[in-house]
């Protein structure tokens, strides 16, 4: 960065500053990851400089011939990855990817179902601070109260009530696996379209190792970092394109004709709630979805799940309570509640001792969203720099001492001991191929 260095030292510093931070510090932010020098050269290629309002074949602007190249690449690796018919890799985020499909299928004061965002949701879900929950009628659900995990048969209780024209079926802080084949027959019953958002466990779901939603949803949208290990964007897609029973119509030359709802999402996108899309973005999810595709990415989900498992237990074993009794996936949602410390506290203690997690609501929780009783901890970054189970045994142990000192005049210093292992942890697996040079 010889040239950004001397135009903008300030900038420069900053971003140095943050390869040291990733560089020697252990990422466990569950919605984290690093992603590949490829991935990042493409983020910072030409692309950008690109204007492509519209899609391939179908622009506005003249000059898009390279563009349309890297945006059919990323569409025909997405569906072969994910086994779909359709699919849309404009979306600037998951959010943006989740507002597109509630514009195209819903109008403002619909009635929507999604899991309530303090029992592991998401903002889109409905949470009232959100688009999701201002201009449409949420209706949260959460997991039961014994168990910390979903249960179907209130699901569809609740749907049976409500009559939601969409229900939303996917979290950010839920350590276990949805059966979407379940919340279909629910949505079927109540006359409902069913939306997965698979934001955290894409990478898991293309890799064979959780639930497919493909074959049940009416829509799937996820983002194409976290456990994808790509960009930050987002993506919508269907297992099979159908026509729209919104009654959409679109006039042509023999006629009028009802508008598939592949195209109805297209639009709503762009020009719907989006204009030119990131062009080097799109190029960089192409080299993801490439990567994804080979044999050792399926190594590396494999990898992840055994590493959280493996803390998951670890954790158990030390007299923290796992939400939900353990994982299946990636993460883990732990309630410090008996330990007597608060996520706020937590959080602020693990970063100095060079540990990354961040503070997360719990179920049925006591305290605000700026305090909150939890942590979220997840193992996709870690994997990603080659840690293994004895790594993750290792890792539980100095959350534990720091936590464990969080109420005592030893806390600062065991975070100064913590952060030189973590450091030494970190040194002896360099990120090489992913991530930040140091």
């Known amino acids: ?93 998951g959010s943006s990817a989740n507002m597109g499909v509630l514009f195209a299928v819903l109008k403002p004061g619909d009635k929507i179902m999604g899991l309530d965002l303090s029992h592991g949701g998401h903002l889109t879900h409905g949470s009232k601070v959100n688009f999701s929950g201002q201009f449409f009628e949420a209706h949260t659900y959460g997991v039961d109260r014994a168990t910390g995990c979903i249960d179907m048969n209130k699901i569809e209780e609740m749907a049976l009530q409500v009559r939601p024209k969409l229900i939303i079926c996917g979290a950010s802080a839920y350590s276990q696996g949805f059966d979407f084949k379940a919340f279909r027959s629910v949505a079927d019953k109540v006359g409902a379209f069913l939306m997965a958002d698979i934001a ?17 949803c009416h829509f799937v949208t996820t983002t194409t970092h976290k456990t994808l290990r790509g960009p930050r964007g987002g993506m919508i897609m269907m297992g099979q394109d159908f026509e729209n029973p919104l009654g959409i119509t679109v006039k042509t030359k023999s006629g009028v004709r009802t508008k598939m709802m592949s195209e109805v999402i297209d639009a709503e996108i762009m020009p719907g709630i989006q204009g030119g899309p990131l062009m080097h973005i799109i190029a960089a999810k192409g080299v993801a979805f490439g ?100 790594h993750a045994e290792t890792i539980v142990g100095l959350i534990d001492r720091v936590i464990s000192a969080a109420n005592s005049d030893r806390a600062e210093k065991v975070c100064v001991q913590v952060r030189e292992d973590v450091k030494a942890m970190c040194g002896a697996l360099p990120l090489n191929d992913f991530g930040p040079t140091p």
């Not at 074949?57 to 990323?74: M, P, Q, S, T």
């Not at 466990?201 to 493909?214: F, T, V």
């Not at 305290?367 to 939890?374: C, L, N, Q, Y």
């Open 291 to 390: 990567e994804a595709l080979r044999p050792e990415f399926h190594d590396y989900a494999v990898q992840v799940r055994k590493n959280a498992a493996v803390m998951a237990d670890k954790f158990i074993g030390l007299d923290y309570h796992i939400v939900s009794g353990g994982t299946k996936n990636h993460l883990m949602l732990i309630d410090l509640r008996n330990k007597d410390v608060t996520g706020k506290v937590a959080e602020n203690l693990l970063h100095k001792a060079g540990i990354t997690v961040n503070k997360n609501m719990v179920p049925f929780d006591d305290k605000s969203p700026f305090v909150t009783s939890g942590i979220r901890i997840g193992t996709p970054a870690m994997t990603t720099r080659g840690m293994n189970e004895s």
């Open 200 to 216: 955290h466990p894409a990478g898991l779901i293309a890799s064979g190792l959780l639930n497919d939603p493909i074959p049940h």
């Open 1 to 93: 960065m010889e040239v950004l260095q001397k135009q903008d030292n300030e900038i420069f510093d900053a971003i140095s500053g943050e390869v040291r931070r990733q560089t020697e510090t252990l990422e466990l932010i569950a919605s984290e990851n690093f992603a590949s020098r490829a991935v990042m050269e493409a983020c910072g290629s030409v692309m950008t400089n690109k204007y492509a309002e519209g899609y391939p074949g179908k622009r506005y602007y003249g000059g898009c011939e390279y563009v349309d190249v890297a945006e059919n690449l990323a569409r025909e690796r997405a569906k072969k990855l994910f086994g779909c018919e359709y699919v849309n890799v404009q979306p600037h985020s």
